[in-house]
C-alpha cells in the first residue's frame, strides 16, 4: 500500500517534469543547431576543409538556454568525421559533391528551425542560427543539382539523407 505522503510527492513531481519538457522544446531548434554544427565541424576538419567552423558561442548560448543537448551529438560527431576522412582522399568532383550535400543538409535543417521557431524567440537565438546558416564550406555556388547525371542524383539523395538525419535531434 502506497502512504498518503508519497502519493502526493510523485504527484507533485509529474508538473514539473512537464514544465521541464516544454521548456526544452521551446529551444529544440537550438539543440537541432548544436548537432548540425558538430556534425558539419567533424567533417570540415577531417576532410581538410580551409573553413574551420567554431561552435563556442553556439555551445556558450546551449548552456545559458539550459538546453538539453540531442542524444545523438555524439554520433553525429563521428559520422561527420567518418565522412570527412572518406572524402579527404577522394577525386575533387566527389568532393565537392559531397561538400556540397553537407552544407545544404545542415542549411535546410537550420532553415527549418528558424522557420518552426516561435514568433516571440528570443533574438540572440534566431541570430545565431541565422549565423551558422550562412556558413558554407563549398566554395563553388551550391545553386541547382543537375539529377540528370548519376552524381547529381546521388548528392541529392545524400542531401536529403543527411538533412533528415539531422532533423531528428529535434526530438531526441
Do not use: C, W
Not at 8 to 29: C, D, T, W
Not at 31 to 57: L, P
Not at 59 to 66: K, P, R
Not at 136 to 155: I, P, V, W
Amino acid at each position: 500500500m502506497i502512504s498518503r505522503r508519497a502519493y502526493i510527492s510523485v504527484a507533485n513531481i509529474v508538473p514539473q517534469n512537464v514544465r521541464k519538457a516544454v521548456v526544452s522544446n521551446n529551444y529544440s531548434a537550438l539543440r537541432s543547431t548544436q548537432a548540425a554544427e558538430v556534425f558539419r565541424s567533424n567533417y570540415a576538419k577531417m576532410a581538410g576543409s580551409d573553413v574551420t567552423i567554431q561552435t563556442t558561442a553556439l555551445d556558450h548560448l546551449v548552456g545559458e538556454t539550459q538546453t538539453r543537448p540531442s542524444v545523438l551529438i555524439d554520433v553525429y560527431g563521428v559520422v561527420g568525421g567518418v565522412l570527412g576522412m572518406i572524402t579527404r582522399g577522394a577525386p575533387r568532383e566527389l568532393k565537392n559533391a559531397v561538400s556540397g550535400s553537407v552544407d545544404e543538409a545542415v542549411r535546410r535543417s537550420l532553415n527549418d528551425d528558424i522557420r518552426d521557431m516561435d514568433k516571440n524567440e528570443e533574438e540572440e537565438v534566431k541570430e545565431t542560427l541565422k549565423f551558422h546558416r550562412d556558413i558554407t564550406l563549398h566554395e563553388e555556388g551550391g545553386g541547382e543539382t543537375d539529377t540528370s547525371t548519376y552524381l547529381g542524383r546521388a548528392k541529392e539523395a545524400t542531401t536529403l539523407a543527411l538533412h533528415n538525419a539531422l532533423r531528428l535531434s529535434r526530438k531526441i
